[in-house]
């Protein structure tokens, strides 16, 4: 059994409430926190837990809060990210619906670390139900003297409040989040300033993800060097993986990411095997936008070791072979799957979300959607081929923000492993629209292994 | 800094960013977004590059070169197969839902799109799919919307907002379906928006006007122009074809007006092809027309032989006119057509701007400043691009503030805009009422003239205690003054705006005396004084009386005759006053090129050349004299440069028929020999035989077309070309090829550059100074500077606010207002009908609701009635009267009149 520190509680019967939340060791970490640690100790033990940013891009927590200018008289402001929008990713909603008081507990620590009396939830807007739940949370906490004026007669003040999204996946990327925080047009900022000097309202701002944040209560209980003692070298503490696609125990699953691929996939305690006992096509491991990995390349990496489920191992191979730990929205394909089918909606989702900034996305997506389109409905031609992987080729790197690399990778990932089935779809325009191409060569890794 | 450019050196400014190094070095790098007036976004990704580590790097790195600051070393490649092929790629991206309507589209031949799509070598379409369209609005008037040709560079978001203020042009949508325009279909509320043709990169927004008689760039004849509409001097390119203008374009002058135009000033321009135009000879009381000149001269001749003969000079003639005008009728018999107050508020502007205590501030100048005081004058409404440069002061000081805290260069415009947020530099408005200006102001205050002139003396007095006379200024007063006056301490370039349109001396008197009073070391410190006309600065120059005294001088039955130029009396006189001089002279003669109320009056009315008939010289509020140049040829007509008539008419009085044909540059140098204060005007163009290794400048691109069959209907051989004998530009497409000097710049075009974005190879840099320097001379030299005192020391009384008698002012309208300008339909339409303007305070006081009628009486003189309009933030005992319109007429503005609600 796995080490649990986010979601230990999350099934105690009524814990979304302040009291049994409270009678389950709740604001332990508050308490030790604020009358027993200074904000330096706080980062510094952060710091030491090895903690990596949880939306994505796994940047080091402890040393992104030491980035946050502190100019005289400023006000600062923590912002917790809660715009969950990667295809794919659903595991901060589950920590959110589930032990709302985790993430309240983490950001009154985390606040009073970066010094931030106004703290702010960023929620994504197709999250509806989610805001009563925190603002309950949030309401409670307040009532039992963790929020407000003077908190625990430290002399901190912390308010925080819950401001919904509109529904727009770009609100998720940092500076865009912050515009639209702000009341603006979600469109990504140009870095520099970073937000950490100039962000909400001029204010210096850090933004970290729902899932990060909770995690800083483990961290202040246990301590930094106990927290990264679990985990392997980099990737200390525990993840939040939120699987789904053909498996048979589709969930959100905290894990010490000490586990092998295979058996994250296979064991019981996670997703429990292929779903209908049919055979494993392909992963994306860590949310819509990072590549996908056929089978072959899933549990073993190119050099034949086995791949685990950590920052490093999952990235080993670079994108030839390998892929990324991102959000943790593990999606998971059988052979029924139609990887162009699969491309196309996430090349429609990705067009779709464009915010219409910078060109190489705005148009580029758009562009990537149709011919993606055309040859998933037997209208592709080879020459679409060689032009999808121009154009994402083009789009990558050269964009204002991350949005144009997340649309570009799954297109280039699809055509570098599976070129063959986009090539079938070409070549056989009517047969691809009443079957699906299948394994082909790409035998189930666990039958090569066999 | 030294940078190495495809492994050439260059030597660059530093500050600058790698798309204006390669740019103000002559390269060309297709751009979109970047505007240099506006900076970075990098938005677009055309101007993609390659930078280097060092020399031996090889790979390097792609980077937009509008988003990285040059760096001392800096090696960069534009040439790089990697970063060539990516602006190819992002042109083809571009091009996937541009439609391919160039052949209909207004843009066509000076496309910034077009020519950045031959640049990259885009040539071949990957793209098969259909492309996504839009519906278009309807914005008012001025400007047309083609959405589907947007390219979604933000230019025209970023322009219209961030840089002229507006809020009713966004952007909408997200994804490939962004979509900019307004909320719902509705004219264009900002006064700025014609810019929007130029600033859009290719046809989604295009001028209107021009739309309904339409021209391809190529084929228009071209000059370069001087605005009419104001006292500013804009700087514009007049465009003609089949003798007719066409469209106002901007002539950029780093100096004056910079990329932009106000709207007055881009499409005020139809009065020249009106059907109210005089464009013959016209005798009155006599059988028969004058067909011939000789027939003309001989009716002329006994009427400019008189003994007594009086000129009546204009504030929208060029000096030329005025000065021949001048010299026909003899220095004492010479008068401004102005009022006395008119006049005396000219006088004290030059007054104060020639005491050497201040520097008359230009345009560009005030855009610069980082302290803005405006008392008294209604810039946003009177002089438009001097309300726009005054945003940008206020912006920019805000953005240059924000940038040296964190190290982002100023041009990084995104950047810049998050970091300055709401903030703003240090603008005070002390006004008769509100305008849009008053947003952006620390303070803005609204009082009569009279109390205008005292808050502004108190902050004379603050800076300077202890040296007014009669300084028991209020509390709120000396409070206001401190604050203003510490603001204006703090700052380095502080601009002070005044103007006449208060009718109140001692509001410029009082702006002066702050302005000398913060011209200490360390400070460089500008006045700007607005006043009404495009040439109001020239006639008060040549220090001549006003209208008043031409009436004192005519006995009855004096036998004199009146020639009046270019000007409409009774819109700057009252009309009692006008009809007694003109029944005391035996004949009237009149020049002018529009029928007017004056017109009308004339016993003999010569058609005048506009500004697009003739040459001329015109100095703006700044002191700045500079030429227009004729854009229509007028060798059929009749018409003529009003100096062409009075120089005839000069020799018919001397009875010296010599022959000799006058160049313009005889007139001026004459008159810099005669008038010490015109020192210099001679210097603002050479003279009219003037040429480039013996090759004139043609006012026609290379790629004119047609030339063979313009007249073809009449004869199918290639007619000789009109001859401008008066200046050194042809109305031809042979002659000098290349960049003309910066005076005489017809039109703008570079090799691969046919947009107006080409303006770029005419200059030093971009946002610089044009090659050659900046044209326009400026008159008022700046003196040695004096040891600072107030010179004004008498402050006003406060102002009494009595129930019979209410100060009468001027209300000017930012498109309305203009005698000229008002001809263009598109303006008319958006100018406001006539009112009598009160605040709710004065309403209740005359116990009056808006649409009642006011009765308007001054001393005998019946204004008549006027509709009421309730205007909040405007201060109390005053009515304004809408003035400058078309239909107006002069009024004793200044002076306090009697109101009586009519039952």
Known sequence: ?450 | MVIHIDNKEYNIKSGKNLLEACLSVGLDLPYFCWHPAMGSVGACRQCAVKVYKDENDTKGRLVMSCMEGVKDGLYLSIEDKTAKEFREQVIEWLMTNHPHDCPVCDEGGACHLQDMTVMTGHDYRRFKYKKRTYTNQYLGPLIHHEMNRCIQCYRCVRYYRDYAGGDDLNVFAAHNHVYFGREKDGVLQSPFSGNLSEVCPTGVFTDKTLKEHYTRKWDLTMSPSVCNHCSVGCNTIAAERYGELRCILNRYNGDVNGYFLCDRGRFGYEFVNSENRIKRVIIRNRAGEASTEEELMQHLQPLVSMSKIIGIGSPRASLESNFALMQLVGKQNFYQGISEDEAHLNRVCIDVLQSGSVHSASLKEIEQADAVLVVGEDIWNTAPMMALAVRQAVVKTAGAEASQHVQIPVWLDSAIKELAQEDKGFLAVLNVSASPLDELATHAWHATPDDLSRAAFAIAAYLQPGKLQADNFSEELTNQAKAIGEALKQAKNPVIITGVSSYNDNVIKAAFDIAASLNTAGRKTGMACVMTECNSMGLALMDAPAFNHAMDSVRPNGHATAVILENDLYRHLTPNLVDNFLNKCDHIIVLDSLHNSTTEKASVLLPAATFAEGDGTLVNNEGRAQRFFQVIPNADTQVKESWQWLWKMQMLRSQKVNGHVLHPDELLQKMETDMPQFKGITSVSPGHDYTIHGERIPREPHRYSGRTAIQANKNVSEPKPFYDGDSPLSFTMEGFKGVPPSWAVPFFWAPGWNSVQSVAKYQDEPNGSLKGGNPGVRLLQDKKKENADLFFKDVPEQFVITKDKWLLLPKFHVLGSGELSGYTKALEVLSPELFAIISPKSAEALNVKEGDMLQLTDAGIAYGSLPVKVLDNMCDGVVFVNAGSRGTVGMNWGTRINLAKVN
């Not at chain 1, 491991?285 to 899933?298: C, D, E, K, M």
């Not at chain 1, 089935?421 to 070549?427: D, I, K, M, P, S």
């Open chain 1, 1 to 450: 059994m796995a080490v649990k520190l986010l979601l230990e509680k999350a099934h105690v019967e009524g814990i979304r409430t302040y009291d049994v939340y409270r009678r389950e060791g709740g604001y332990r970490a508050v308490e030790k926190a604020l009358k027993s640690m200074s904000p330096e100790a706080i980062v510094e033990e952060v710091k030491k837990s090895g903690l990596r940013g949880r939306g994505g891009a796994g940047f080091p927590t402890g040393m992104k809060w030491s980035f946050i200018a502190k100019p005289e008289g400023v006000p600062r402001h923590l912002v917790c990210n809660a715009d969950e929008s990667e295809p794919g990713t659903f595991k901060d909603r589950y920590l959110m619906e589930f032990i709302p008081h985790l993430l309240i507990e983490g950001l009154i620590i985390s606040s009073f670390a970066l010094g931030s009396n106004a703290t702010y939830i960023y929620i994504r807007g197709e999250y509806a139900w989610i805001p009563d739940i925190l603002e309950q949370a949030i309401a409670e906490a307040k009532a039992n003297g963790w929020l407000g004026k003077n908190i625990l007669g430290t002399g901190f003040d912390c308010e925080i409040y819950v401001q919904r999204g509109a529904g727009a996946y770009i609100c998720g990327e940092e500076t865009a989040l912050i515009e639209s925080l702000e009341g603006k047009r979600g469109n990504p900022r140009i870095k520099p300033p970073f937000p950490a000097v100039k962000g909400v309202w001029d204010r210096p701002t850090v933004v970290n993800n729902v899932e990060t944040l909770a995690a800083v209560v483990p961290i202040i209980n246990l301590t930094g060097e106990e927290y990264a003692k679990i985990g392997v070298g980099r990737s200390t503490g525990t993840k939040l993986i939120s699987a789904c696609g053909n498996i048979n125990k589709p969930g959100v699953y905290e894990i010490d990411m000490t586990i092998s691929v295979e058996e994250f996939i296979y064991s019981d305690e996670y997703c429990g095997g292929i779903a209908n006992g049919k055979r494993l096509k392909a992963c994306i491991p860590g949310g819509s936008s990072v590549p996908i990995l056929p089978a072959n390349l899933l549990f073993k990496t190119a050099k034949g070791e086995t791949r685990y489920m950590n920052y490093e191992s999952l990235s080993d191979g670079g994108f030839a072979t390998g892929s990324m730990m991102g959000s943790g929205g593990f999606i998971v394909l059988d052979e029924d799957q139609c990887v162009v089918k699969h491309t196309y909606t996430l090349a429609r989702f990705y067009r779709h979300e464009s915010c219409g900034q910078c060109s190489p996305c705005r148009e580029g997506t758009g562009w990537m959607e149709k011919i993606l389109k055309n040859i998933d409905t037997g209208k592709g031609k080879m020459s679409d081929i060689d032009l999808l992987w121009d154009i994402q080729r083009k789009i990558e790197g050269n964009t204002i923000c991350p949005l144009g690399d997340a649309a570009a990778w799954p297109v280039a990932a699809a055509i570098r492993h599976f070129r063959d089935e986009f090539e079938w779809h070409v070549l056989n325009p009517e047969e691809s629209q009443v079957r699906n191409f299948g394994l082909a060569h790409y035998a189930d890794a666990r039958e090569v292994v066999a």
